[in-house]
């Protein structure tokens, strides 16, 4: 007489004594039939000992035998209710690996213990310890590699697994044993572990049986939930759980000469609009075809989304949805070129217009900036230019040059007066020498006037 075990880890096929242990067998049967071990964990693996389970809390404390499982008006107090007398027989030992006993419960307050629903199974050779104490009443056949998966998981300090090892699912291969008075058996197995454990094994899917749409839904709910806690942790969200809106619309397929005046005068009729922006490139200041359109309450943008949806604008049938981005939480919506500034209440267009137009139209030093669109029957946009533009920069330009030139003439003349003598250079030299001359001259003339004079005076 056999019973399959599917495990988490494998299955396991387990030969029962039944000859040997009638009571033991009889209640181990009856309990997998009524699906009493699905979804059961191992709350208790010893490494090269054993690994016991049966009890659907999974604290060791908890499970009962068939027989108070099918008479629940049996008072709690009387201890046979919950428990039966173990069948342990000397012939019967842990000599091998794989040896399956159930647990024996101490008994309280002087009486003798007895089995319910726990049990075990040996992880190595001759464990003596345990003959005489517990009820062998099985051996393992098949799964030896289950167990030494088993054996070597890895648990905390209570010895239980930190993810579970469950057993998923129980089938008889043979039972001769006929079923007792008052036992039921359930339409389906248990969905869901007995105990509550979050300890989920590598390999168990949790919503493997569930529906497949509701499966599905909290798949993409919890790849949602994933995605926007990332965006949150790289700064493209303010917070996880953020929600776009409910009084913006999005509006797309616009014809790229909408301007926001006009989006606004459109929609204007459905209530009052706080902000009106056609999103434009950064660097061209082209309109993207899509706009933002806040409102001042949501009534009044469901209006406008349920009114405006396809309707014709500017030879271009718009698209109309409620905004899906939370960007302006972060940075707010903005044309990178110019900023419109806040408009007070009651005040008509964003009063930005022309600072716009006046960054177009000079952006191009002699040429004013035509845009045309054909798709919109021939009509274009096109910002004039003033006729002294172009003149006045090449006045400022050639004014520049002038400066340069001198600038740089300036600066060789500096160059060669450094590179030549200077012009004094040597002059206290020369200014010595004729000093010096001048004195020997008028020596020399101080000396003939005294020789004229001494002729002078013997002849």
């Given at each position: 007489?056999?019973?399959?075990?599917?495990?988490?880890?494998?299955?396991?096929?387990?030969?029962?004594?039944?000859?040997?242990?009638?009571?033991?067998?009889?209640?181990?049967?009856?309990?997998?039939?009524?699906y009493?071990?699905?979804?059961?964990?191992?709350?208790?693996?010893?490494?090269?000992?054993?690994?016991?389970?049966?009890?659907?809390?999974?604290?060791g404390?908890?499970?009962?035998?068939?027989?108070?499982?099918?008479?629940?008006?049996?008072?709690?107090?009387?201890?046979?209710?919950?428990?039966?007398?173990?069948?342990?027989?000397?012939?019967?030992?842990?000599?091998?690996?794989?040896t399956?006993?159930?647990?024996?419960?101490?008994?309280?307050?002087?009486q003798?213990?007895?089995?319910?629903?726990?049990?075990?199974?040996?992880?190595?050779?001759?464990?003596?310890?345990?003959?005489?104490?517990?009820?062998?009443?099985?051996?393992?056949?098949?799964?030896?590699?289950?167990?030494?998966k088993?054996?070597e998981?890895f648990?905390?300090?209570?010895?239980?697994?930190?993810?579970?090892?469950?057993?998923?699912?129980?089938v008889?291969?043979?039972?001769?044993?006929?079923?007792?008075?008052?036992?039921?058996?359930?339409?389906?197995?248990?969905?869901?572990?007995?105990?509550?454990?979050?300890?989920?094994?590598?390999d168990?899917?949790?919503?493997?049986?569930l529906?497949?749409?509701?499966?599905?839904?909290?798949?993409?709910?919890?790849?949602?939930?994933?995605?926007?806690?990332?965006?949150?942790?790289?700064?493209?969200?303010?917070?996880?759980?953020?929600?776009?809106?409910?009084?913006?619309?999005?509006?797309?397929?616009?014809?790229?000469?909408?301007?926001?005046?006009?989006?606004?005068?459109?929609?204007?009729?459905?209530?009052?609009?706080?902000?009106?922006?056609?999103?434009?490139?950064?660097?061209?200041?082209?309109?993207?075809?899509?706009?933002?359109?806040?409102?001042?309450?949501?009534?009044?943008?469901?209006?406008?989304?349920?009114?405006?949806q396809n309707?014709?604008?500017?030879?271009?049938r718009?698209?109309?949805?409620?905004?899906?981005?939370?960007?302006?939480?972060?940075?707010?919506?903005?044309?990178?070129?110019?900023?419109?500034?806040?408009?007070s209440?009651?005040?008509?267009?964003?009063?930005?217009r022309?600072?716009?137009?006046?960054?177009?139209?000079?952006?191009?030093?002699d040429?004013?900036?035509?845009?045309?669109?054909?798709?919109?029957?021939?009509?274009?946009?096109?910002?004039?230019?003033?006729?002294d533009?172009?003149?006045?920069?090449?006045?400022?330009?050639s004014?520049?040059?002038?400066?340069?030139?001198?600038?740089?003439?300036?600066?060789?003349n500096?160059?060669?007066?450094?590179?030549?003598?200077?012009?004094?250079?040597d002059?206290?030299?020369?200014?010595?020498?004729?000093?010096?001359?001048?004195?020997?001259?008028?020596?020399?003339r101080?000396?003939?006037?005294e020789?004229?004079?001494?002729r002078?005076?013997?002849?």
């Amino acid at each position: 007489m056999s019973v399959l075990f599917e495990t988490s880890l494998g299955d396991i096929v387990i030969d029962l004594e039944v000859e040997s242990c009638p009571k033991t067998c009889e209640n181990f049967l009856k309990l997998c039939k009524v699906y009493y071990y699905n979804l059961n964990a191992f709350f208790n693996v010893s490494k090269d000992f054993l690994a016991q389970a049966g009890d659907p809390t999974a604290t060791g404390t908890g499970g009962e035998s068939i027989w108070s499982l099918i008479a629940p008006d049996t008072s709690p107090n009387a201890p046979s209710s919950r428990y039966f007398p173990p069948e342990i027989l000397p012939k019967l030992k842990h000599t091998h690996k794989g040896t399956v006993s159930m647990a024996v419960a101490p008994g309280l307050e002087g009486q003798k213990g007895g089995c319910g629903s726990q049990f075990f199974i040996t992880l190595g050779d001759n464990i003596d310890y345990l003959d005489g104490k517990h009820a062998v009443f099985g051996h393992v056949v098949e799964g030896f590699d289950t167990l030494d998966k088993l054996n070597e998981v890895f648990v905390d300090q209570d010895g239980r697994p930190f993810k579970d090892v469950r057993i998923r699912h129980v089938v008889i291969l043979d039972d001769p044993f006929p079923d007792p008075p008052g036992l039921i058996k359930p339409p389906s197995s248990p969905t869901r572990p007995p105990d509550n454990s979050t300890r989920i094994a590598e390999d168990e899917d949790p919503l493997a049986t569930l529906p497949e749409e509701e499966e599905e839904r909290l798949r993409r709910e919890k790849a949602a939930a994933a995605s926007a806690l990332t965006l949150e942790m790289v700064g493209d969200l303010p917070f996880a759980n953020v929600r776009p809106p409910e009084n913006v619309l999005f509006v797309c397929k616009l014809n790229p000469v909408t301007r926001d005046e006009d989006l606004e005068l459109i929609f204007s009729r459905f209530g009052t609009i706080m902000s009106c922006q056609v999103i434009r490139d950064k660097r061209t200041g082209d309109s993207l075809q899509y706009a933002f359109i806040e409102f001042d309450k949501r009534e009044e943008a469901e209006q406008g989304y349920l009114k405006m949806q396809n309707v014709l604008v500017d030879d271009r049938r718009i698209w109309v949805d409620f905004s899906q981005s939370v960007s302006r939480l972060n940075n707010g919506w903005s044309n990178d070129i110019v900023r419109a500034p806040k408009r007070s209440k009651g005040q008509s267009g964003f009063g930005g217009r022309e600072d716009l137009e006046r960054t177009r139209r000079y952006r191009d030093e002699d040429s004013h900036y035509a845009k045309h669109n054909t798709a919109a029957g021939g009509y274009g946009m096109v910002f004039d230019v003033p006729s002294d533009y172009g003149s006045d920069r090449r006045r400022k330009r050639s004014r520049s040059v002038d400066k340069e030139k001198d600038v740089d003439s300036s600066r060789d003349n500096r160059r060669k007066r450094s590179r030549s003598p200077p012009a004094h250079k040597d002059s206290g030299r020369d200014k010595d020498k004729d000093r010096d001359h001048g004195r020997d001259r008028r020596r020399t003339r101080s000396r003939s006037r005294e020789r004229r004079s001494g002729r002078d005076g013997r002849y």
